[in-house]
């Protein structure tokens, strides 16, 4: 009894403990009414084109679900312009692995992963950076390999809702 | 009588306008759902998604063939009989649904329709069709004045 004690008092201090177990301090928010978004860069990067559509689609609508910004352009758009506290949302394509929903659904997590990595950097009205990220996106499970695409834009929106 | 019940069923068909091949929406078309199924035509100048179902927000979405920028032809393996299938798959006892994983594989055509909206605003559909339809849908929206700059041909994925 008096071992079983000591044994939750000794996990039990490291969480009452002030500042051991907070997170890092988080990053002063930055500010912005819209965003703009382009279609991602690919490069060299060979990437079949639907993938590179659908990630642009399934951002514009994530990224309007979230309701982080006001107004959300698409990339071209001319009403953009209007709004001086514009950003603008860049993404380039740095790896590209398609795999297989045949082999996922044969050997789940394992095998016939679709990989997608990419470079998410938003400007600010004048044109400098003002945040850049890693993402990697992956479908392991069920779905097909273009459902990847929702993985890209769920985790872009989230950083974008971390940050604004 | 059987010549004329034949005569009859030409004549009907022959009336029936032409409803264009069958396709899954699969993201792109604003106020249509993801994965609606519908029919995909061209028609005074526009491309038209006709929705099966009434659900949509809209009944019809129609994008100008002039503002076509780009179209490009693709595939995808992917796993046919719908909802049933997934049942079925999970259903299977000792994991002989992932057997069934083989038996229910159709190979797609997917077709990427870029097009700019009244503001200059980039958009892209994206459509699965039957297997073989998406080049002569391709060339459909090239004469009707579509423009591309992609390769007509489709190159077969390796490991869809």
């Known amino acids: 009894m008096k071992s079983s004690l000591a044994l939750l008092m000794f996990l039990a201090v490291p969480a009452l403990m002030p500042g051991q177990n907070s997170s890092p301090a988080a990053s002063p928010k930055l500010h912005a009414s819209a965003i703009q978004i382009e279609l991602i860069e690919v490069g060299d990067v060979s990437i079949p084109a639907e993938f590179r559509y659908a990630i642009y689609e399934r951002l514009l609508e994530r990224v309007r679900e979230s309701n982080t910004f006001k107004m959300v352009f698409r990339s071209g758009d001319k009403a953009a312009k209007d709004y001086p506290d514009l950003v603008t949302l860049h993404t380039t394509l740095e790896a590209f692995k398609e795999g297989s929903q045949t082999q996922r659904e044969m050997v789940p997590v394992f095998a016939g992963t679709t990989k997608v990595d990419i470079s998410a950097q938003v400007t600010g009205p004048d044109g400098k950076p003002i945040l850049d990220r890693k993402i990697a996106a992956k479908v392991r499970m069920f779905g097909e390999n273009i459902y990847v695409t929702n993985d890209v834009a769920k985790r872009i929106t989230k950083m974008l809702h971390e940050s604004f | ?160």
Do not use: C, W, Y
Not at chain 2, 34 to 52: C, Q, T, V
């Open chain 2, 1 to 160: 009588m059987l010549l004329s019940i034949l005569l009859g069923t030409a004549s009907a068909l022959a009336e029936q306008p032409d409803q264009g091949p069958k396709v899954r929406h699969v993201i792109g078309l604003d106020n249509i759902k993801h994965n609606a199924n519908g029919h995909l035509k061209i028609l005074n100048g526009a491309m038209h998604f006709d929705p099966d179902k009434d659900d949509n927000k809209v009944r019809d979405a129609k994008v100008p063939v002039a503002s076509i920028s780009d179209i490009f032809v693709g595939n995808e393996t992917t796993q046919s009989g719908g909802t049933a299938g997934k049942v079925v798959k999970l259903a299977a006892p000792f994991g002989s649904g992932r057997a069934l994983t083989l038996l229910l594989r159709t190979k797609v055509d997917i077709l990427t329709v870029v097009f700019r909206g009244a503001g200059g605003d980039l958009h892209g559909a994206i459509f699965a069709l039957p297997k073989g339809q998406a080049e002569p849908m391709r060339a459909q929206l090239v004469a009707a004045g579509a423009h591309t700059s992609a390769p007509p041909e489709l190159k077969e994925r390796p490991n869809p």
